[in-house]
Every structure is written in structure tokens, then in C-alpha cells.
């Protein structure tokens, strides 16, 4: 029988240009921050878990730096290299084991100061052939996408993208962790200077520093260490093949694979009736009615009504991203995490501006590659009938 | 009290030697010989391009490898305003066509670049074809691109 498994606490860290602190120090505030509000000591934590990329980080094993600075020395830990949403689930499954009541995952990018993102990114594409053609990347791969969805569904216009984007700052300046820029004007996004056409360069999530730590409890222990516990009640991980010459990148088989199964697991049979709101990961704004059509939260096509209507606005039928996302601030790596963070705070009643009203189940969505070929799908919920 | 920040520029550099393996070695020696090679699955059927051993549907083995028409159409696109240099986005002067090609038989898109066409005369579904390097040496430079019909 599954043990149910509850996020028990949060801290995080204001996105910014550049973080005053190091990404270790950052570990270190936010490690100690986190228990102490829980009112306990590391030795509590049976298992750390890092989200993390050896690239951004600029080192290999790059978590053996800041094992002490979370408290993990002399205690068991692992790292996923992947969208720090997978650390969550790999708590998880640790937790179910039953040798680990408690976990503390962590993830800490410093993608707008330390590196060059767009290095890293152009290092995850196949080094024989994409690479040295230099025609596929992140940036050209989602203009592709966003060309298809709007061949495929006529009334979506370049003028739609920018209304996403616009949401996107919008919504995150009502987000006190965001980069808190002065949201740009439609028009500004939308005569913004062209990267790959239809996206533009303010259709691009901004990079930031950033990041956050979780505490994940076993339901016994989850009961003793909060009152608010938000319990993880499905989730699914899916990789589709690498090349996108061979996916449909509107449909996007593998995310759609990866909502089916978490909804099954979270006992979901309508998730556009039952999800409150969703915190889905895009690094263009072009992706958001994509992605969350293909997690069926909105019909087919409908991205252009979406956007006109308000239905995915903070107080619209179905909220997506109601903190701004990654238009808040794209810690690389870590943004999954943040969204994570965001989720829990809205089912806490702890999301202040940007609270949506009475949320009872949310979706969180990370994803890594080009054109989300990997992509998990996790479900939350305040708990209520079980 | 600390009030600035110290950095340390920390540069670093790998050298990796890929080997491409032998379906790429053949479709670069197709290259060479002006032809687009790609490779068929013997469990599904299908035809992908560049060739590869593996299918990414059926997880059939690809161990045929079939010259596919130069001649296909347009599925997608975009234009190219930018190219990278140290990780930045520098703005080209020239923006070009980057197309999403659909060869005849083939059923993965072969990405390339389009060109003597304006954008905005680009159109989805426009029949299209392979322009070559008058010496082709075997590298995917010999594909230049491909051309309106």
C-alpha cells in the first residue's frame, strides 16, 4: 500500500539579476530558515535530495560543494540532473520505501549571473549533427512550435503569443519572489526585436537567479510537523524520443502521456473541471495554451479564446501560472521548483497578491529539452477526502 | 558589512571528440555523392532522416538504409534573426529561412535552410528542393539548402 507523502515546508529566495549571495550561502539560509520554522534540526531530515544540472553549476557532482551548506554531510543524499520537480518525485519514492519518513529536496540557479544559459542549453543538443548545423536549438525548436499551432488553429496570431507573455509579467508582479520588472505594454512585447520568428526576444522568459528548498514528510510524520500539509496525490514522468523532425509538437505525446497517468493516479477523471489552477513551466510564452491543452486543462485550440476571454487569468475559470511562472524569473533548472513553491503557497492561502480563490487541487509541470521532451506532471491537493 | 561583490572569472574548456557512428558516416558520404540518405525501420516501417540504427517509435532496427528524393515541401519555418557566439545572441544583418522539409517517403521533417525566398512569401506546403556545393566533400555543408520549385 502507497504511504501518502505531504510537502510540509518551503523557503525560497527573490529572483534577481544577480544574487548578492552564493549559491552555497543560499543553501545554507534557506536550509537553516526552513527548520527552524519547522521547529526541528537536521537530524531530522532523513534524506536531501538536489535538482540540479553540472553544467549551470560549472562543476561535475556538483552537489559534493553544497552538501553542508543544506546539512546533508554525514547523511544519505542524491541528486537528479534534471528539472528540480524530479527531485520531488525521487523524494517520493524514497519516502515509499520506508526507510525515509522525511526529505528535504533543493535547487539553487544562478542562470542570470554565473553562466551563460543559452551555452548550456546549446549543450544538451545531439553534438554530430544538430550542433555543428546550428539550425535547431531551444529558440528556433519553439518558433517551429508556436508556427504549427498557428497553422493548425488559424485564429491564433503572433499578437496572441504577446498576450501570453503579457500575462505572464503581468501576473508576476504581483508576485513579491518575482524579478518584479515593470510589466512591458502588448504593444512593447509585440514590436520587440525578433529571435527566431513568430518569438520575440520579450516573448522569452528572463533569466534569473533563484531558488528554493521543500521539506516532503511521510503522512505520520507530516501531521506532527504542520498544520497546512499539501499532499502530493499523483504524478508521471515521460521522455519522448529526442528528435523533433519526428514529434507533433502541438500535441505533444509524451506530456499528454505524462497528465493521463498522473490523473489516473490522483483519481482525476476531468481535470479542466477539477484542477483549480496550474503552475506549468515554459520558457516562451508560445508554449503556455500548448502545453496546457495537451494536459487537456483547456480544449483544442482554443488558445486564442483563452487569452481574449481572461480564462486563464488569476481569477478566470482555470488559472495558469497565476505567480507569473517563469516570467517572474527563470532560475534554469530550478523553475520547476518554483513553481512547486507557488502551488503549495495558493493551497496554503499563503500567495497574498496572487492568491486564486478557494483552490483546492493543483498542477505542476516542469519539463526539460527541446520542445519538452521530457516532462513531468504532478498533482497537489489540500487533502479533503481521501 | 561587505557591500560588493567579488567575482572570479572561471573559464572552462572540454574538447570532446564525438564519433559519429556509421549512419551518419554514410549519410555524409551520401552527402559527398549529392544524395539525402535515410534509414527504415524493418519493424514499422518508417523512414527517418539523417539515418540512424534505432527507431524511435517502434525500437525496431533501422538496418536500411534508402536515398530519399531531393525534391519535398515545406512544413514548417521560421526566420533567423540571431546566431550565438559565446553563449550571446548576436543579431545577423541578413536574416535567413530555416524550414522544416518533408521529403517524399520520409517520415521525420529534415530541418535546412531555405532560401532565395522573402519570409513573406514563405508558405506552408510550398514544393521545394535540394541545392548542392558544386564540390562536396562529405561534410553538411555539400547540403546547402533548398530552394522554391
Known sequence: MKRRVAIVGYKLIKNTKASVW?????????????????????????TFIFGSNDFADGRTISECYLIQRIGAHMKDESKVEQEALNACVYAWMRIQSGEYDTAMIGMVSLASSQFKPL??????????????????????????????????????????????????????????????????????????????????????????????????????????????PVWI?????????????????????????????????????????????????????????????????????????????????????????????????????????????????????????????????????????????????????????? | ?????????????????????????HYLNGLKEKKILGSKCSGCGRVVVPPRSACGRCYGVMDELVELPQEGKLVNWTVCYVKMESGEFKRLESPYVIGMIQLEGCDALLSAKVLEVEPENVKIGMKVKAIWKEETTGDYTDLVGFVPL
Open chain 1, 22 to 46: 552564493t549559491r552555497e550561502r543560499i543553501y545554507y539560509e534557506l536550509s537553516r530558515a526552513l527548520l527552524e520554522e519547522l521547529e526541528i534540526t537536521r537530524d531530522k531530515v532523513d
Open chain 1, 119 to 228: 551555452l548550456v542549453q546549446n549543450h544538451v543538443l545531439d553534438p554530430v549533427y544538430e550542433r555543428p548545423r546550428g539550425l535547431i536549438n531551444y529558440y528556433s525548436a519553439a518558433a517551429f512550435q508556436a508556427r504549427a499551432y498557428m497553422e493548425r488553429f488559424k485564429n491564433f496570431t503572433e499578437s496572441h503569443i504577446a498576450r501570453y507573455a503579457e500575462k505572464g509579467y503581468r501576473n508576476a508582479l504581483k508576485n513579491q519572489y518575482s524579478l518584479q520588472v515593470i510589466p512591458p505594454s502588448l504593444e512593447k512585447i509585440e514590436n520587440s526585436e525578433p529571435i527566431y520568428l513568430p518569438i520575440r526576444e520579450l516573448e522569452v522568459a528572463p533569466y534569473a537567479d533563484g531558488g528554493g528548498v521543500v521539506l516532503l514528510a511521510s503522512e505520520e510524520k507530516a501531521k506532527k510537523l504542520t498544520k497546512k
Open chain 1, 233 to 386: 496525490d499523483g504524478f508521471a514522468s515521460i521522455e519522448d524520443t529526442y528528435w523533433i523532425g519526428e514529434r507533433d509538437l502541438v500535441k505533444l505525446d509524451g506530456l499528454r502521456e505524462a497528465g493521463k497517468r498522473a490523473y489516473k493516479m490522483a483519481g482525476i477523471k476531468n481535470p479542466e473541471k477539477e484542477i483549480s489552477f496550474a503552475e506549468i513551466q515554459t520558457f516562451f510564452a508560445s508554449e503556455e495554451p500548448i502545453i496546457a491543452e495537451a494536459l487537456g486543462l483547456f480544449d483544442e485550440g482554443s488558445g486564442a479564446e483563452v487569452i481574449e476571454k481572461g480564462l486563464s487569468e488569476i481569477n478566470g475559470k482555470l488559472p495558469v501560472n497565476p505567480s507569473g511562472g517563469s516570467f517572474g524569473g527563470n532560475p534554469m533548472g530550478g523553475t520547476s521548483l518554483l513553481g512547486l513553491i507557488n502551488a503549495v503557497k495558493q493551497l496554503r492561502g499563503e500567495a497574498d497578491d496572487f492568491q486564486v480563490k478557494n483552490p483546492k487541487r493543483a498542477l505542476v509541470h516542469a519539463q526539460d529539452g527541446v520542445c519538452a521532451q521530457q516532462n513531468t506532471v504532478m498533482i497537489l491537493s489540500t487533502g479533503g477526502e481521501k
Open chain 2, 1 to 25: 558589512m561587505i557591500h560588493q561583490t567579488v567575482e572570479v572569472v572561471v573559464p572552462i574548456s572540454f574538447m570532446y571528440k564525438n564519433r559519429v557512428g556509421r549512419y551518419l558516416q
